[in-house]
């Protein structure tokens, strides 16, 4: 897992193995351990350093908790903004609060929600094929599934709508 994470205009390339027993922080190697105790509280051991993560929340690309007591924001980009961005496509909010968009041209190979459905912001809702990669697209808002516009198999452009959410709130 890729990706990138900016604290105090500071940015750092992070990288963490699938297992979740190492990390690439700007090249530089190092072994962790998470263990994670509940939803808002984890662990991370990094050689004899032992790091408490606790108040853990999440909305869009901003993660803000606690570390060790001390408060941390950071803004993060995954692989598929990363990628996107490499690409020159913008990784801004492309629509409204509830529309998604396709981010570029590709085939859906999965729909995974359906109208009426209930989602979180940043679920994932629709598996994109595009330059031979997977792209796992997201809820852009919290709220329930109001139009599907796309099926699975359907070759889609770019800005096509994907689907709309009705925003909670």
């Known amino acids: 897992m890729q990706f990138e994470s900016t604290i105090d205009?500071?940015?750092?390339?992070?990288?963490i193995s699938d297992d979740l027993t190492s990390a690439s922080v700007n090249g530089r190697d190092i072994p962790i351990e998470v263990v994670k105790q509940s939803r808002e509280i984890m662990l991370l051991r990094s050689g004899t350093k032992l790091y408490s993560i606790d108040n853990i929340t999440i909305e869009g690309e901003t993660i803000s908790f606690s570390l060790n007591g001390r408060f941390v924001e950071t803004s993060v980009k995954d692989e598929q903004e990363l990628l996107l961005e490499k690409l020159g496509f913008s990784t801004q909010k492309m629509s409204s609060a509830g529309l998604l968009k396709a981010p570029m041209p590709g085939k859906i190979l999965e729909l995974m929600v359906n109208e009426g459905d209930d989602v979180h912001e940043g679920t994932p809702v629709?598996?994109?094929?595009?330059?031979?990669?997977?792209?796992e697209l997201k809820s852009p808002a919290a709220g329930t599934v109001v139009r599907v516009d796309?099926?699975?198999?359907?070759?889609?452009?770019?800005?096509?709508?994907?689907?709309e959410i009705e925003p909670r709130g």
């Not at 629709?126 to 792209?135: P, Y």
């Not at 796309?150 to 096509?160: D, S, W």
């Open 9 to 15: 205009s500071q940015t750092f390339e992070v990288t």
């Open 126 to 135: 629709i598996i994109l094929e595009a330059m031979k990669m997977e792209n």
């Open 150 to 163: 796309i099926q699975p198999n359907q070759n889609v452009e770019k800005n096509q709508s994907l689907l």
